[in-house]
């Protein structure tokens, strides 16, 4: 039971990463209705970007977060007027067909460059005890530091000019033109922070496991669960969903393989995409008296 209790525990903080990943991909896709295929590309850019900053700079492991945020941004940006911005508004086959090409040919530099050997980056904290189980410290942290990031981008979403700005071209982006909102630089901020929050994903996910330059497929899968479950559009919805993926594991690893859990999961996310179709948060939303 104990052991049960703490792989139950060590998912719901991995699951917490895995919310933060897929609120880069919910934004994007919630604000723009573009589906970004060069997610899982750049949560292997934040990866070996710390990797490099860590390695060959010195920089303590997580001071290396506002930068690799900063830079995730940066390219975020670049990416957006560079693939996306011409095709706003177009079929949806024309945006996974830009993004997708991109994906390929950062996931082809990256290949160039690193091979397909396994690299890891060097983190160590204190852990957590629990009767004869601990939990790592990185995994702590990890968690830790996805609750005060999603704090500041709700914060950011529902205390700031821009944000609301952000929120409104989601809605409407005609009537958001209207008064005068910058619908197009707006768009590009909020595709740089869905990046940006993916490079912060992948730079965490390093501190707790090795990688490859291939890794990012496995976590762009999990982040399309996770924003379909959570609702699309909704990063509060994607950080509980999630921590519900990560719930769903550590009840699933001790009773089943390991290469039976991403099976598991798909099962859960076609069942969720067929009955509760606007994610799980809508189960517990009050229905309003007709």
Do not use: C
Request: positive net charge; proline residues 5%; without cysteine.
């Amino acid at each position: 039971m104990l052991g049960l209790l703490a792989s139950i525990l060590d998912g719901v903080l991995i699951g917490a990463v895995y919310g933060l990943a897929a609120m880069g991909i919910t934004l994007i896709w919630g604000v723009m209705d573009v589906v970004n295929l060069t997610h899982g590309a750049m949560i292997v850019a934040g990866m070996f970007a710390a990797y490099v900053l860590v390695g060959a700079a010195g920089v303590p492991v997580y001071a290396t977060l506002p930068i690799v945020l900063a830079g995730g941004f940066l390219v975020g940006v670049g990416l957006y007027w560079l693939s996306v911005h011409r095709v706003i508004g177009q079929p949806p086959l024309m945006s996974l067909l830009s993004t997708f090409a991109v994906n390929l040919v950062l996931v082809g530099l990256g290949t160039a460059v690193w091979g397909t050997d396994l690299f890891n980056v060097p983190a160590s904290l204190p852990g957590f005890s629990l009767g004869r189980y601990t939990f790592p410290g990185t995994h702590l942290m990890a968690a830790l530091l996805t609750g005060v990031i999603a704090l500041a981008l709700y914060f950011f979403l529902y205390r700031t000019r821009l944000g609301k700005a952000v929120r409104a071209v989601s809605n409407n982006r005609e009537a958001a033109e209207l008064v005068g909102i910058p619908t197009a630089r707006v768009l590009a901020l909020a595709f740089g922070l869905g990046v940006a929050l993916a490079s912060v994903a992948g730079m965490l996910i390093a501190t707790m496991f090795p990688f490859t330059v291939l890794s990012g497929d496995a976590y762009q899968l999990k982040s399309f669960v996770v924003t379909v479950l959570g609702g699309l559009g909704n990063p509060t919805g994607a950080l509980v969903a999630g921590i519900a993926l990560g719930l769903v594991e550590g009840l699933t690893t001790p009773f089943v393989p390991v290469s039976w859990t991403l099976v598991i999961e798909f099962i859960l996310f076609v069942v969720v995409l067929i009955t509760v179709p606007g994610g799980l948060l809508t189960l517990f939303r009050r229905r309003r008296p007709a």
